[in-house]
């Protein structure tokens, strides 16, 4: 099922170690309502995100908000780390290392349970077996109902499913009109422009292959494409703003929804998640689906060559 995820990095304040304010978890219920009024029913975490301070608000939206948890699924992310042991990042999944993640999660958000858990991103030293050691023990506690996983390529994700009980889910990576890596490897296979994309090749037949859900962050392009950064007059960023504006008014819709259904009319499913906080915005979106089931081919096919500046093979 093709769906919107509303991305929750942006709420809590800054990303310093000081306590969020009031006014934060009014922004936080002010996004949250909006991306219900759009239709969104699944939220995106992380651990890392604002330093815990994005869970720590959504937590006290759900605790404010009355049966609110029964009609929304949660998703959170471990396995970065930040600024330990003189170092600004480093990854862990270790077993002792997801159990206490999700365990502060679980605390920050004031829930016992997440719909999906998803391993941030491939820790070179983890031992596929103790991941699975790891999340078969929090599904038995009742604690994670799903696994997936973000920035993994399909041959990483079929060596962790080989010891996992649990089929994984969901793949998140970042995938927009600007970031095309995803796109440009499918079909540059057998030509030398290939080697400008380091995009794992297969990695979106492995998972279209095996149910796993694309989901898509950084999806409306951080706003290059519908105004929020100045365009250079003649670019392929500014053609394709302009096309993008064209397409909108023809469908008598947003920008924002003709960039999330450029992503849904790819057949492999992709789930866009949006990060951001400002609720006109959010709103902006809710025509995706329906832009996604109207969208031509040539369409199609016309803001992906723009975007790209060039024609393709």
């Known amino acids: 099922m093709q769906e919107l995820i509303y991305g929750c990095m942006g709420l ?13 978890v009014d922004e936080a219920a002010a996004a949250v309502q909006a991306a219900l009024n759009a239709g969104i029913t699944l939220f995106d975490h992380a651990d890392i995100y604002r330093n815990g301070k994005s869970e ?41 290392s997801i159990l206490e993640r999700v365990n ?5 958000l004031g829930t016992d349970y997440v719909d999906i858990l998803l391993l941030h991103r491939p820790d070179p030293l983890a031992d596929p077996s103790e991941v699975a050691a790891a999340v078969g023990q929090l599904m038995a506690e009742g604690k994670v109902r799903q696994l997936g996983v973000s920035n993994m390529s399909g041959a990483q994700i079929e060596v962790l499913q080989d010891r996992l009980e649990t089929p994984v889910v969901a793949n998140q990576l970042e995938m927009s009109l600007l970031k095309r890596a995803w796109l440009e490897s499918q079909v540059l296979v057998n030509h030398p422009g290939h080697l400008e994309y380091s995009f794992p090749h297969g990695t979106l037949e492995y998972c279209t292959r095996n149910n796993i859900t694309l989901q898509a962050y950084g999806s409306l392009a951080r706003g290059m ?5 100045p365009e250079t007059p003649g670019s392929a960023e500014s053609a ?37 906080v400002n609720p ?34």
């Open 225 to 229: 494409y519908t105004g929020a950064e």
């Open 56 to 96: 720590a608000v959504f937590g006290e939206v759900l605790a404010a908000t009355p049966g609110l948890r029964d009609r929304i699924r949660l998703q959170t992310k471990c396995g970065i780390r930040l600024n330990e042991r003189g170092l600004q990042t480093h990854y862990d999944l270790s077993r002792e």
């Open 12 to 24: 809590g304040g800054s990303w310093s170690g000081q306590p969020h304010a009031s006014n934060h």
């Open 240 to 276: 394709t703003a302009e096309l993008v504006a064209q397409l909108a008014g023809e469908h008598g819709t947003t920008g924002e929804a003709i960039l999330l259904g450029w992503l849904m009319r790819h057949p492999a499913g992709i789930a866009p998640v949006i990060g951001t």
């Open 104 to 108: 502060g999660s679980l605390q920050r």
């Open 280 to 313: 006109g915005r959010i709103r902006a979106c809710a025509d995706a689906a329906k832009v996604a089931a109207d969208m031509s081919r040539a369409d199609w096919y016309r803001l992906w060559v723009t975007a790209r500046g060039s024609d393709i093979p």
